[in-house]
């Protein structure tokens, strides 16, 4: 299936300029069996790994694999020669460089993929790499649109593939315990959640004088751009995912960019489904800067027997309980408001209960029942040996990837959006239900038979 494209003859000859220049200065894959000199690990445990997207995240994880004996480093992919030469020279004697994703799927040296891109490709990459047979970690946002968190987990389901989307938080120890102390009934019916993200970048922003009228060398600025609009190369928003999140066509804003660490906590511990309506208000309302991206987002999600609130904040760095020293800061932060009491905790896992009254008097903090994660890159690699999925997989994260979708989409018409959870469907909304099918710019196009 050709999912991404049926490309132009310009962009035909582009990749492969690109294909070409790439196998020319790529290094020899050594064989296996060189790696297995002292008898660790046999060559055939061995993960083939590639990663899309040589920013920091992707480094990281990247480098966070490669620390295990059972994995190899064999291809990764940047548009930026900047960043793609030093990350190839790290992993040199086995890992060959690409420019274009879709020549790097097609390695024969290869199991797994680590996709880091911005989020605006993360649909096509994830679901290119699932149709090429490749197991898949996602780094978060999973996705910008409804219809692209549907399509990428139906495609890991049609495909067989094993999937971890990248929300440490969901691996921690310290996540795990909250969620123990939720699910244990101790904080009584829970009729409201609220979730944080906090700072100030008043009164500038990220700044202004980004733009310059051609990319640098190096840079393939098209492909960079790829289904999102080509707009002009801003060297802020090309620096790292901070900035990025200043841009809506390709983060969708710092809902997606931190909602999913501590969204995740509540969608987790009180085993939400998707929600059945979602409204959300604000607005680029103080920030001036190079970006478009709202600067305040407030949203309320509706579940059955639950309230869920997320409130983001570019102009106000106060973190409620959870503030700490009085200087402005990046906060993130979670509450659940129980008839006994409430647990508020933060990014990092601290956490602290406030009774009502003497209702928690005489109950015992619950046992540890979660099983501890190796991390989640670690969780990945076992699971991609095992065939089962991850703790953290897209069948999990899709509950909170379609919520933030779903709030964005809100924002951006400015009402409410009903939503039927098993149907998987916008209700009573035409446009809302065309909107979330994202329209790439040409040639890219989005694999609508992957909804459904």
């Given at each position: 299936m050709q999912t991404a494209h049926a490309p132009s003859a310009a962009s035909r000859r582009s990749f492969l300029k690109t294909a070409a220049a790439a196998t020319l200065a790529a290094p020899t894959v050594l064989p296996a069996?060189?790696?297995?000199?002292?008898?660790?690990?046999?060559?055939?445990?061995?993960?083939?790994?590639?990663?899309?997207?040589?920013?920091?995240?992707?480094?990281?994880?990247?480098?966070?694999?490669?620390?295990?004996?059972?994995?190899?480093?064999?291809?990764?992919c940047d548009v930026d020669e900047n960043r793609l030469e030093p990350t190839v020279e790290q992993f040199k004697g086995t890992c060959r460089g690409f420019r274009d994703y879709r020549q790097l799927l097609q390695?024969?040296?290869?199991?797994?993929?680590?996709?880091?891109?911005?989020?605006?490709?993360?649909?096509?990459?994830?679901?290119?790499?699932?149709?090429?047979?490749?197991?898949?970690?996602?780094?978060?946002?999973?996705?910008?649109?409804?219809?692209?968190?549907?399509?990428?987990?139906?495609?890991?389901?049609?495909?067989?593939?094993?999937?971890?989307?990248?929300?440490?938080?969901?691996?921690?120890?310290?996540?795990?315990?909250?969620i123990e102390y939720v699910r244990?009934?101790?904080?009584?019916?829970?009729?409201?959640?609220?979730?944080?993200?906090?700072?100030?970048?008043?009164?500038?922003?990220?700044?202004?004088?980004?733009?310059?009228?051609?990319?640098?060398a190096g840079i393939d600025w098209d492909l960079w751009c790829g289904p999102g609009p080509l707009g002009r190369y801003n060297r802020k928003l090309a620096s790292d995912a901070y900035?990025?999140?200043?841009?809506?066509?390709?983060?969708?804003?710092?809902?997606?960019?931190?909602?999913?660490?501590?969204?995740?906590?509540?969608?987790?511990?009180?085993?939400?489904?998707?929600?059945?309506?979602?409204?959300?208000?604000g607005g680029r309302l103080v920030v001036r800067d190079d970006g478009d991206a709202y600067d305040h987002h407030e949203v309320l999600w509706q579940y059955p027997n639950l309230t869920l609130t997320w409130m983001m904040s570019l102009t106000n760095s106060y973190g409620f309980d959870l503030h700490g020293e009085p200087k402005p800061a990046v906060r993130l932060g979670t509450y659940f408001h129980g008839a006994n009491g409430t647990l508020y905790a933060d990014y990092l896992g601290n956490f602290k209960i406030v009774p009502e009254g003497d209702a928690l008097k005489g109950k015992p903090a619950p046992s540890k029942s979660i099983p501890p994660s190796p991390g989640q890159e670690r969780e990945w690699l076992d699971c991609i040996k095992s065939r089962r999925q991850p703790s953290c997989s897209v069948f999990h994260h899709?509950?909170?990837?379609?919520?933030?979708?779903?709030?964005?989409?809100?924002?951006?018409?400015?009402?409410?959006?009903?939503?039927?959870?098993?149907?998987?469907v916008i209700v009573g909304d035409a446009e809302a239900a065309r909107l979330a099918v994202p329209e790439y710019r040409a040639p890219w196009r989005f694999p609508k038979d992957y909804l459904g």
């Open positions: 069996s060189v790696f297995a000199a002292d008898g660790a690990t046999a060559p055939s445990e061995r993960i083939r790994l590639g990663l899309i997207g040589c920013g920091h995240m992707g480094r990281a994880n990247l480098g966070n694999c490669a620390a295990f004996p059972d994995v190899v480093v064999t291809a990764v390695h024969p040296d290869l199991d797994a993929v680590i996709v880091a891109t911005l989020p605006h490709w993360h649909a096509l990459q994830a679901i290119a790499a699932c149709e090429a047979g490749k197991d898949l970690y996602l780094q978060k946002p999973m996705t910008l649109h409804l219809a692209e968190s549907l399509a990428v987990r139906n495609a890991v389901k049609r495909h067989h593939r094993i999937s971890q989307v990248g929300t440490q938080h969901h691996a921690r120890p310290e996540h795990h315990r909250v244990s009934g101790n904080l009584g019916p829970i009729g409201v959640a609220r979730a944080f993200n906090v700072m100030n970048q008043t009164p500038a922003g990220i700044g202004t004088g980004g733009y310059r009228s051609a990319p640098p900035h990025h999140c200043s841009w809506m066509a390709y983060s969708g804003g710092w809902t997606p960019g931190n909602g999913p660490h501590m969204l995740d906590l509540p969608i987790t511990a009180l085993d939400l489904g998707f929600p059945q309506m979602t409204s959300a208000a899709v509950k909170v990837d379609v919520s933030i979708a779903l709030s964005v989409l809100s924002l951006k018409l400015g009402r409410s959006i009903r939503f039927d959870p098993q149907a998987e």
